[in-house]
């Protein structure tokens, strides 16, 4: 006796096992946006990889901070006290941290942003047991920098500085202001900006100090 079959039943043998086989892959891409979706992500997927690569690529041509040392210093410039200024520029604690060709004690300096040729400020060293010191004082270069000239308890001693630089912003060192006389309380550092370098660029006079060494003599 024949198997009835109804209406919705596959049909028997190989055509109704390809009719079966279609039925489950027209189902499984019936819909028009399956295709388009894997491909977006396959292209996203592209993307952030390239993406991934450039930043890799880009930060390891970035420049690294300088692997030295900060010169020793026996006064931070920070700790000096502020005892007379000229003009109304700011003189602050700026960051150093940014400045990738040296290092500044403690990471920062004291920044004269604003000055003026002709500007000044005098700073108090702390108080320290009276007699000869050699002195040296720790500045910085930059393009914007001017020239100063330093007194020490209103005697200029050494040379008039010249803090441009076309190296970008970098620390001098300890520059030797050669043998001073401490009071012990009450000592003065005076700068002042007395000019520019024909090279410097605007806005020409600014100043930064880090620190000072004394050398008891």
Known sequence: MKEKRCPGD???GRD???TASQSKWSRRFDRPLDLAEAFLWIALLAVGTLIALTVFKEDSRRPRRTPQRAAEVSVEAEDLRVVARSGAFNFWLQPTTDFLSGRWSKDGQMFALG????DWIELELPEREPGPYRLELLLTRAADYGIVSVSFNGVPIGEEIDLWSG????????????????????????LEV??????????YFQFGIDGVRLTKQ
Do not use: C, F, I
């Open 194 to 203: 007395t000019g520019k370098n024909p090279s410097a660029s605007a806005p």
């Open 167 to 190: 190296q970008g912003v970098v620390p001098t060192g300890p520059l030797d202001l050669g043998r001073v006389e401490l009071r012990g309380s009450g000592d003065v550092l005076r």
């Open 16 to 18: 109704g096992e390809e």
């Open 10 to 12: 596959a049909p028997e």
């Open 115 to 118: 000055a003026q040729k002709g």
